[in-house]
């Protein structure tokens, strides 16, 4: 069936390094990427997020990249911080009838040690 | 305060009883969700909604109810609470057009069913 794989689960990274996440979705009539925060307690919240017309966007310290042959989308995070620790999930979302259909990796916990 | 509110934050039940989780939005946003978050698995949909009286399952719906009589709220009932409902469930709402864009979520309710 459809699904987003996300790797690695865990990502343990020194302050100042860079930090990538890696997903790969199966369903190729996804066209929409977002990327999501979750702090300790908190929903999650959208960081960023790419359609599939477009190969990378970035924003400050946080950029996203979408290979739509390989299906496959990475988050890459430099200059980390300590806030910047927390659970990240990706997604993959495709417009359908009567609605959408949005699928969510299983998450990564990532620890930005001072 | 605008945005999306679950209640309670914390419920610990015992198995067998209906419990009811509760969701509101102030945004008058056409889409609603119910999610669960288990380790391991990432956000897993139960339920969804389109508008108000339109509401469909996800992909783990079963022991769930739904409904939505008014825009601003999507409860979630358990009708008969099992121990493998223990999870944390949130809510989100977005206003899709003619694209899919990000959700938005709440602070989730962390169920302990005993």
């Known amino acids: 069936g459809e699904n987003v794989e996300q790797h690695p689960s865990t990502l343990s990274v020194q302050e100042g390094d860079s930090a990538v996440i890696k997903c790969t979705y199966s369903?190729?009539?996804?066209?929409?990427f977002p990327w999501y925060k979750q702090e300790l307690g908190k929903g999650p919240q959208l960081i960023i997020d790419?359609?599939?017309?477009?190969g990378e966007k970035k924003d400050q310290r946080i950029a996203v990249t979408l290979n739509k042959t390989a299906k496959h989308f990475s988050l890459h995070i430099t200059e980390t911080q300590p806030e910047d620790s927390a659970v990240y999930f990706c997604?993959?979302?495709?417009?359908?009838?009567?609605?959408?259909?949005?699928?969510f990796g299983a998450g990564t916990r990532l620890f930005v040690k001072a | 305060d605008a945005g999306i509110t679950q209640s309670p934050r914390y419920k610990i039940t015992e198995t067998g009883r209906q419990v009811t989780l509760m969701c509101h939005q102030t945004?008058?946003?056409?889409?609603m969700f119910w999610y669960r978050q288990d380790l391991g698995h990432g956000l897993r949909l139960i339920y969804y909604?389109?508008?108000?009286?339109?509401?469909d399952k996800g992909e783990v719906p079963d022991g769930y109810v739904v409904s939505r009589s008014k825009t601003e709220n999507f409860p979630l009932t358990l009708e008969s609470a099992t121990r493998s409902q223990t999870s944390v469930y949130f809510c989100a709402s977005n206003d899709m057009g003619q694209l899919n864009t990000e959700a938005f979520f709440g602070q989730g309710t962390r169920l302990t069913v005993v």
């Open positions: 997604a993959a979302s495709k417009m359908m009838a009567g609605g959408f259909k949005t699928i």
């Open positions: 909604s389109a508008a108000a009286d339109i509401t």
């Open positions: 945004w008058s946003h056409s889409y």
């Open positions: 369903d190729s009539a996804s066209n929409y």
């Open positions: 790419i359609r599939s017309n477009v």
